[in-house]
């Protein structure tokens, strides 16, 4: 089993960066596959960003070019740094696990799961 707790969300204005961080236990981290999700107020869950266990990274169109996903399987950490944030980035930002990277995009791939951290960037 793998808990995951995110930080770093925030308030930040239009243009700005943050990072958020999500910190898994269990020492078979490194197997697993790490996605980024996001769901902003009275609309779906939806993919952001997928790092594979071996390192591959996949984005959302919507963010390509401007967030990085990464990972340090020493630390157990899965990493998001959103740059050029826009207004309608404003969502809750949620860590996830799956076993293998098919079907990265589907929310519903992924087995465990944060309690989320909130990002709001204000125009």
């Known amino acids: 089993q793998v808990q995951l707790v995110e930080s770093g969300g925030g308030l930040v204005q239009a243009g700005g960066s943050l990072r958020l961080s999500c910190a898994a236990s269990?020492?078979?981290?490194?197997?697993?596959?790490m996605g980024w999700f996001r769901q902003a107020q009275g609309k779906e869950r939806e993919f952001v960003a997928h790092?594979?266990?071996?390192?591959?990274?996949y984005y959302a169109d919507s963010v390509k070019g401007r967030f990085i996903i990464s990972r340090d399987n020493a630390k157990n950490t899965v990493t998001l740094q959103m740059n050029s944030l826009k207004p309608e980035d404003t969502a809750i930002y949620y860590c996830?696990?799956?076993?293998?990277?098919?079907?990265?995009?589907?929310?519903?791939?992924?087995?465990?799961w944060g309690q989320g951290t909130q990002v709001t960037v204000s125009s």
């Open positions: 269990g020492r078979t981290f490194s197997t697993y596959a």
């Open positions: 996830a696990a799956k076993y293998g990277s098919t079907w990265y995009g589907r929310a519903t791939e992924y087995v465990y």
């Open positions: 790092i594979s266990s071996g390192g591959s990274t």
